[in-house]
């Protein structure tokens, strides 16, 4: 990426979540290789001076993956809305699963969550709208009506 077109803050330096991201691809890298040397040699190899197993390192970057990527989240949590014709909605700490979603709207029209999953990104509702987020459903707020 041309370090020209990064984001920057006001004072003309990165901004902290470009510096986050580079961290997560960094830990995907590693976590990567290790994924490799577990196809070639298993779980249970270690290096040949000893040390933990390609299982135990494998858990080790993946706890640096889940929290190079909470990270992020926590950066983005400010910036996050979305635009529906004039109103910016904000987003939310709520977040629901699918079945608790159609209990809450009442939904009778799908047989089960997957079904309701596949016909749906958005809901809108009056105060704002849930989106989807792989399984669990993100509320976004309208300040306006909160």
């Not at 298993?42 to 299982?55: M, R």
């Amino acid at each position: 990426m041309n370090p020209r077109y990064l984001p920057t803050t006001v004072d003309g330096k990165v901004a902290r979540v470009v510096e986050e991201s580079g961290e997560v691809v960094e830990v995907i890298g590693r976590c990567l290789r290790i994924y490799g040397k577990i196809g070639r040699f298993g779980l249970d190899s270690t290096d040949p001076g000893g040390g933990p197993t390609n299982a135990a390192m494998y858990l080790s970057e993946l706890a640096d993956l889940r929290h190079a990527i909470s990270q992020i989240e926590n950066s983005l949590t400010d910036f996050a809305k979305i635009k529906v014709g004039n109103t910016e909605l904000v987003w939310t700490s709520t977040l629901i699963p699918t079945q608790e979603l159609r209990e809450l709207i009442g939904d009778e029209d799908h047989a089960n969550d997957n079904e309701f999953n596949s016909a749906n990104k958005v809901i809108p509702v009056c105060a704002g709208q849930w989106h989807r987020e792989g399984l669990e459903w993100r509320f976004y707020v309208d300040p306006e009506r909160d």
